[in-house]
């Protein structure tokens, strides 16, 4: 199973983009990246997946590099409610096509 | 929202007791998959039911179990509960369980163990 490698945190100054990388080294054949945010314990909300092309969405966008090995969440906008546990998830191609979180990045946005 | 709901929203148990988590996944989802998620770590898959078959399994011990029904809603079941499965519980449904068919997360349960 791919593994991926977020930094632990970062902090974003409100109304400036975030952007959150991850490494994915390991990531191989049709194995889709997805990401995840989590506020407050709450259930982990989808953002956005892709496989090969950059992708777009009323939340975010996600930009993966040619040799797909890593990729880049970009939050255009961040306000205060962006404050989150954001997640890179290369999803198992194996059975299950389970998803395996690691712990992610902590997302601070500054006032 | 996500259209997935799970019950009951906190629940505390005793150590060596069963318990029974429900999840009703979001209309037209046949894919329901079970997290565990401890404090300060990410989420960890339990198990994935498709058209009431499991069809998968992590590595968690055998009495964790469940069951999907027809209408695709899900159980969790812990029996002789210990203190370490204190954690939230995620169930999450999607409309397959291939890749491209993203989850969808309900807001979870909270399981504490004495």
């Known amino acids: 199973d791919a593994k991926t490698t977020q930094p632990p945190s970062m902090d974003c100054a409100e109304g400036r983009a975030a952007n959150l990388p991850c490494n994915h080294s390991?990531?191989?054949?049709?194995?889709?990246v997805y990401w995840y945010r989590q506020i407050h314990s709450q259930g982990p909300q989808y953002i956005i997946h892709?496989?090969?092309n950059n992708e777009t969405n009323e939340m975010a966008s996600l930009i993966i590099t040619e040799d797909r090995k890593s990729s880049t969440l970009i939050l255009p906008h961040a306000t205060l409610r962006d404050t989150a546990v954001y997640y890179c998830?290369?999803?198992?191609?194996?059975?299950?096509?389970?998803?395996?979180f690691g712990t992610g990045t902590r997302l601070k946005v500054l006032a | 929202e996500t259209g997935v709901t799970q019950s009951p929203t906190h629940l505390i148990k005793t150590r060596g007791q069963q318990v029974t988590l429900r999840c009703s996944s979001q209309?037209?989802?046949?894919?329901v998959s079970w997290y565990q998620q401890a404090l300060g770590q990410g989420p960890q898959f339990i198990f994935q039911?498709?058209?009431?078959?499991?069809?998968g399994r992590g590595n968690f011990p055998p009495r964790f179990s469940g069951l999907q029904f027809p209408n695709y809603s899900s159980e969790l079941n812990v029996n002789a509960l210990e203190l370490d499965d204190s954690a939230l519980y995620l169930c999450?449904?999607?409309?397959?369980?291939?890749?491209?068919?993203?989850?969808?997360f309900g807001p979870g349960t909270r399981l504490t163990v004495t």
């Open positions: 999450a449904s999607s409309l397959e369980f291939r890749q491209g068919y993203e989850q969808y």
């Open positions: 390991t990531i191989s054949g049709n194995e889709y």
């Open positions: 892709g496989l090969k």
């Open positions: 998830i290369v999803r198992s191609n194996s059975g299950t096509y389970k998803y395996i």
């Open positions: 209309s037209g989802h046949n894919t």
């Open positions: 039911y498709y058209r009431e078959e499991e069809n």
